[in-house]
């Protein structure tokens, strides 16, 4: 019965891939591509991995479509929407790509079987200052990858903004948003950031024992931030706003010193000893929260853009 | 008991998901399409929150339901205002 | 049919389709949604394989949380870079390949 519902899931999640690939129109795939994600996130659900399920959900499905939705707008500002004729098809790019998906279901099945899953975890979770497993893995046991991702989004960033044109730099990010005084969206802004605000929170809250944490309560914040912009309820910062500039920052630096302060304490750089480990984690998690939802929603927004001033 | 009422409301919420997904693909334009939508899947989704709601362990899982709903009916108006606006636009362009 | 193994088979199909739209699209917006197609392909194939053996692995999953975050963040600056492109040159696609089509 379970496989049965785990069968049509995956039998819905890969034709709405085909159809993103292979359908008409650049819309119609991002349509699709969004659907993609929220399916994706059911199945998630499906293996067991709820925070993994919350952050596909959020960045995958949520702000990702938003980011594409968005580009298509910019695309047609800049009149070159223009459709190019698809190409011929692809018979034998086709018959490799079927390849490389049999040579991966041959991987699967060539898999050694595992030992029982996180022994080694289980037996280090009590030390890790957090209940959550997967908040454990991100923030303690394997800091590293998280600290540099949290850094790799600064750079993205930094990228995204080298591509604003010289002349629009000291312009507010992205487009301006028209919208209708008293509308539904400005009525929808307004109704919206106050539970948004209070889900991102509890969200990153919650992290340290249940599923959720910085990233899927950060991208919460952003995704309420950006429903405020949309609504022309606030004004997009500027490129050289230092009070987001820092915000922006506080999250690696937090993270910098919590690892300084493990290597002081004797325990070596990125290694959180168990006394301070929770207080560390928890502080880490605020400040990579802010991070995260400035970053992301900058990400999201874009360069400055002409437009702004007329 | 409850089980019951689980099966009864998520059926009845069901066959709402049915009729608006029917009417989504056999309806001719965006308006028709938008009312099939938004009428029937928010009850959809309402009957389905109400039978779940049965299966909750405690009055804060029913009010989280309830909350999910709320926000699903906010998004769904908003979006399909919008939508509508941008339609009646596009026509009256042409 | 266990679960993860179907899950995984399904990350495979998902991983060869976004290979292919990566190389048969032109609009180059495309392509970097059917890059996220074979990102999100691999993470379900490695949240299967953690799946395994009953409960799920929370290694693999905080990998995928960092994947799915570093994921976004690459295509933002590809959406940036895909924008600044059409801007400059007027067309969302690869100057060679215009004048193949």
């Known amino acids: ?310 | 008991m409850g089980d019951l009422a689980t099966y009864a409301f998520t059926g009845i919420g069901l066959v709402f998901f049915a009729a608006g997904s029917a009417g989504l693909l056999r309806f001719p334009d965006v308006f028709s399409r938008l009312h099939a939508l938004t009428k029937a899947d928010n009850l959809g989704l309402g009957f389905i929150a109400l039978g779940t709601s049965f299966q909750a362990g405690s009055w804060r899982d029913v009010a989280l339901l309830a909350l999910i709903w709320g926000l699903m009916l906010l998004a769904a108006a908003t979006v399909s205002q919008l939508i509508a606006r941008d339609a009646l636009r596009e026509r009256d362009g042409e | ?101």
């Not at chain 1, 010289?166 to 969206?185: A, I, N, S, T």
Request: proline share 6%.
């Open chain 3, 1 to 101: 049919m266990t679960g993860p193994t179907l899950y995984a088979l399904t990350g495979a199909a998902l991983v060869g389709i976004g290979v292919f739209g990566l190389i048969s699209a032109r609009h180059l917006l495309r392509r970097v949604v059917a890059f996220n197609l074979i990102g999100s392909g691999l993470f379900v194939f490695l949240g299967a394989a953690g799946a395994r053996g009953g409960a799920a692995d929370p290694l693999p999953q905080a990998l995928i949380i960092t994947g799915i975050v570093v994921a976004l963040s690459a295509s933002a600056l590809a959406v940036g870079l895909v924008v600044a492109h059409a801007r400059a040159s007027g067309r969302p696609a690869l100057p060679e390949e215009d004048e193949e089509a």
């Open chain 1, 1 to 310: 019965m379970t496989l049965a519902l785990d069968a049509t899931l995956c039998g819905l999640i890969v034709a709405v891939a085909l159809a993103t690939v292979l359908g008409r129109g650049v819309f119609r795939a991002i349509v699709f591509f969004i659907v993609y994600g929220l399916l994706l996130s059911v199945a998630w659900v499906r293996l067991g991995a709820v925070d993994v399920a919350l952050a596909e959900a959020a960045i995958g499905a949520g702000l990702t479509g938003v980011l594409f939705l968005a580009a298509v707008g910019k695309l047609a500002r800049t009149g070159a929407e223009a459709e190019p004729a698809p190409g011929r098809p692809h018979l034998p790019a086709a018959l490799a790509c079927a390849g490389l998906t049999g040579a991966l279901a041959w991987a699967w099945f060539a898999l050694p079987e595992p030992e029982r899953p996180g022994s080694d975890l289980a037996a280090a979770l009590p030390r890790a200052g957090v209940e959550n497993p997967v908040t454990a893995v991100l923030l303690n046991f394997r800091a590293w990858d998280t600290l540099l991702e949290s850094i790799v989004l600064l750079a993205a960033l930094v990228g995204l903004w080298l591509l604003a044109r010289d002349e629009d730099w000291h312009d507010r990010l992205g487009l301006p948003q028209h919208v209708r005084p008293g509308g539904v969206m400005e009525s929808f802004g307004r109704l919206l950031p106050p539970v948004g605000v209070l889900v991102g929170i509890y969200l990153v809250y919650i992290g340290a024992d249940r599923p959720g944490g910085a990233f899927q309560g950060g991208t919460v914040l952003a995704a309420v931030g950006l429903v405020a912009a949309l609504a022309g309820l606030i004004r997009t910062p500027r490129v050289t706003g230092h009070l987001w500039r820092a915000a922006m920052v506080v999250g690696p630096l937090v993270f910098l010193a919590a690892g300084v302060a493990g290597a002081a304490l004797g325990a070596g750089f990125l290694t959180l000893p168990e006394p301070i480990a929770g207080g560390a984690i928890f502080a880490i998690e605020i400040a990579l929260a802010s991070s995260i939802a400035v970053t992301l929603a900058f990400l999201v927004i874009g360069p400055p853009e002409r437009g702004h001033r007329r």
